[in-house]
């Protein structure tokens, strides 16, 4: 079994929303799918619960699970402010941590603190663990975009892409949806987007 965990302790940095679309996107692969909801709210279970049973299955958690089939992926969407006993659980369970992060300046202070923290940590010395970035809502062509740009050319991690600010993702949120449930011609552009980070998650 493979564990991602999608982590930034931001409110509002887009965990959830990439956590549900990486569940759908391997569920779509045919593999068994864990989403494992770290979060109070349960934003990423209640998704789940709209979710029509003609699409494919994906199950859901409302903490981390041990053990599942060795072709298994579980998800885990992590709440804000993650740290402390639930930070150093989630961090022992997981082999891919994906940070999604918003380009604006308050965004890229409180993530460059969580990247000092990471980067201490033992797993993540040791290789143990991967660690990379996602860019969320970020409109190319604005000086926030290229501030961005240089802000993870700093951050000596890996940018697996970004992804549009677009009403899409909002709109599949209460039909238990997410993009990869679309026809991917009509959303070749938006695919594209998820591509590298689709990828990465998917190397052995
Ligand atoms: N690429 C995007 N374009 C437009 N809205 C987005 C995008 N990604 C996330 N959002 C919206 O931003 C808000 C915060 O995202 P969410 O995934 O809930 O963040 P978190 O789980 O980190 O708090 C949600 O309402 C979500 O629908
Ligand atoms: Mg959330």
Redesign the pocket.
């Known amino acids: 079994m493979q564990t991602i965990l999608v982590a930034?302790p931001k409110?509002?940095?887009?965990?959830?929303?990439v956590a549900i679309q990486l569940a759908t996107w391997f569920a779509w692969q045919r593999r068994p799918v864990m989403l494992a909801d770290l979060d109070r709210q349960q934003?990423a279970l209640r998704w789940l619960a709209q979710r029509p049973d003609t699409f494919p299955v994906i199950r859901g958690r409302d903490g981390i699970v041990d053990r599942l089939p060795a072709d298994a992926v579980q998800v885990v969407d992590s709440p804000?402010g993650l740290h402390g006993k639930l930070f150093d659980a989630a961090l022992q369970a997981a082999d891919r941590i994906v940070v999604?992060m918003q380009p604006a300046a308050f965004d890229r202070w409180a993530s460059a603190d969580f990247f000092t923290r990471l980067a201490d940590e033992k797993r993540v010395r040791k290789g143990k663990v991967d660690v990379a970035l996602l860019g969320?809502?970020v409109n190319a062509r604005t000086q926030t975009a290229r501030d961005f740009a240089a802000f993870v050319d700093d951050a000596a991690l890996p940018l697996l892409g970004t992804?549009?600010?677009?009403?899409l993702?909002?709109q599949l949120?209460p039909r238990g949806l997410a993009l990869f449930d679309l026809p991917r011609p009509r959303f070749e552009r938006d695919y594209g987007q998820w591509q590298v980070l689709l990828n990465w998650v998917s190397r052995p």
């Open positions: 930034n409110g509002g940095s887009g965990k959830t929303t934003s804000a999604p969320m809502r992804i549009r600010d677009t009403q993702y909002v949120q």
